[in-house]
């Protein structure tokens, strides 16, 4: 089972990096939107392609799973603050594939990657 989780947050994490990484600056515009320092938006493909590749592999799953779901719960926070500041700025969160406002559904949709990421590390 945790085999099966790594790789799905592999995908999800790979995903997100390879559309951020294609539309570089729509994602430095969007991320610029939600309230992400520059220097911050600058390596957040490249943290999600590491963690994506070395789940993928099974790298110290556990160890990167972990990685994995403190990333999440940052930008789930982040999404929190924006909405309960009233902000439904674009999501960013798979780059061009994920142009609409955010809103509830960014959140509940993050808190099961994040689920399915704590099984990675402790199954």
Same mark, same amino acid.
């Given at each position: 089972?945790?085999?099966?989780?790594? =790789?799905?947050?592999? %995908?999800?994490?790979? *995903?997100?990096? =390879?559309?951020? *990484? @294609?539309?570089?600056?729509?994602?430095?515009?969007?991320?610029?939107?939600?309230?992400?320092? !520059?220097?911050?938006? @600058?390596? =957040?493909?490249?943290?999600?392609?590491?963690? %994506?590749?070395?789940? *993928?592999?099974?790298?110290? !799953?556990?160890?990167?799973?972990?990685?994995? =779901? @403190?990333?999440?719960?940052?930008?789930?926070? *982040?999404?929190?603050? !924006?909405?309960?500041?009233?902000? !439904?700025?674009?999501? @960013?969160?798979?780059?061009?594939?994920?142009?609409?406002?955010?809103?509830?559904?960014?959140?509940?949709?993050?808190?099961?990657?994040?689920?399915?990421?704590?099984?990675?590390?402790?199954?």
């Amino acid at each position: 089972m945790a085999v099966i989780a790594a =790789v799905v947050v592999a %995908g999800v994490f790979l *995903l997100a990096a =390879v559309t951020k *990484l @294609a539309g570089a600056a729509e994602w430095q515009r969007q991320a610029l939107g939600l309230g992400v320092p !520059r220097a911050v938006a @600058a390596v =957040v493909p490249f943290v999600e392609a590491s963690l %994506g590749a070395l789940l *993928l592999v099974q790298w110290h !799953r556990a160890a990167v799973a972990w990685c994995a =779901v @403190a990333v999440l719960v940052a930008f789930t926070v *982040l999404l929190v603050l !924006r909405l309960a500041q009233g902000q !439904r700025p674009p999501c @960013a969160c798979f780059g061009s594939l994920s142009a609409q406002p955010i809103g509830p559904w960014h959140v509940v949709r993050n808190l099961a990657f994040i689920a399915i990421a704590v099984v990675a590390a402790v199954a």
